[in-house]
């Protein structure tokens, strides 16, 4: 019955400022009873390269759904999940130009590397939605490597490699929305210490029980740490996306409407390593049921 209701992607700001009080003062005197994160809910956790609180994150918001009915709304939403992250990245594209572009059109009076972005984006989340058809998705460097290799094919200086590990040194530095920078995490020798800081955070992921808190904290955890010189955050979005999937969670869609409320999160996430913020954004970011 649910299933012929119709559908939005996330809440309003407002909306999330409400749920994310409910959640609060849900959580603020002892963690609920079955809440996967009882026992420690209200002490910080570390995963990977983040710290992040559990009691301020309302996971249910992002609701239970099979793989192939998660599949089929995610390939009928395809034109505008790339429109998201494309805009998101600055791309003039708009949606109707997007939907045609990847019907084999080209769109007059837009550059080149904007379609490419938005062509790549799109091969990308095919070649994601392919590996959980075919059984061989995984939260892995090969499926990140192999993602990014695709994503960032025109933009990256080594796309498919993380920094360090080709002939290219440096990099991971992110300037901030607010203003300034941060230094991006050392790559060390031919990129051992990012390999080393990737292998951490699959482990720390492994160690929480609910899917949807591993994808969301991989993407937290994997966009702090800039693995790659560019197309850190459309890799580390199309790796969560498969992650929920996988779990049998409904995916998340980052809208380019709430693009301030993201750019504050990462801002927090790169000034703090705390990516609590982040993470209570994206639960907001899902498909819900139209209220």
């Keep these: ?23 609060r003062a849900r959580h603020g005197v002892t963690a609920a009873a079955g809440d996967p994160f009882a026992r420690d809910a209200l002490l910080p956790l570390r995963t990977g390269r983040i710290t992040w609180r559990p009691a301020e994150v309302d996971f249910e918001l992002i609701q239970r759904s099979p793989v192939q009915r998660s599949l089929f709304r995610l390939e009928k939403s395809l034109p505008e999940l790339v429109w998201n992250a ?13 939907q045609t572009l990847l019907d084999g059109v080209t769109v007059g009076g837009k550059r080149l590397e904007e379609a490419e972005q938005i062509l790549a984006l799109s091969e990308a989340m095919g070649v ?128 380019y409407a709430r693009q301030e409320e993201f750019n504050v999160a990462l801002d927090v996430l790169f000034r703090t390593d705390d990516g609590t913020k982040l993470i209570e954004f994206l639960t907001t970011c899902t498909m819900n049921d139209e209220q």
């Design 1 to 23: 019955m649910s299933d012929q209701r119709p559908k939005k992607w996330g809440l309003s700001a407002s909306d999330f400022a409400r749920r994310a009080a409910e959640n």
């Design 86 to 98: 494309a805009a998101l990245e600055g791309n003039t594209f708009t949606l109707p130009q997007v």
């Design 128 to 255: 994601m939605i392919k590996s959980l058809r075919d059984g061989t998705f995984a939260l892995s460097k090969e499926m990140s490597d192999q993602i990014h290799g695709i994503v960032a094919q025109h933009e990256a200086i080594e796309s498919g490699h993380f920094r360090g590990e080709g002939s290219v040194t440096g990099g991971g530095n992110v300037l901030l929305a607010s203003g300034g920078a941060v230094d991006g995490d050392p790559a060390g020798e031919r990129g051992a210490q990012l390999q080393t800081d990737f292998s951490n955070l699959i482990a720390a992921i492994n160690a929480l029980q609910d899917g949807r808190a591993r994808a969301l904290t991989y993407f937290a955890s994997a966009t702090r740490s800039q693995f790659y010189f560019d197309g850190n955050k459309r890799t580390a979005r199309i790796m969560m996306t498969g992650a929920l999937i996988q779990a049998c969670f409904e995916p998340v869609n980052i809208p």
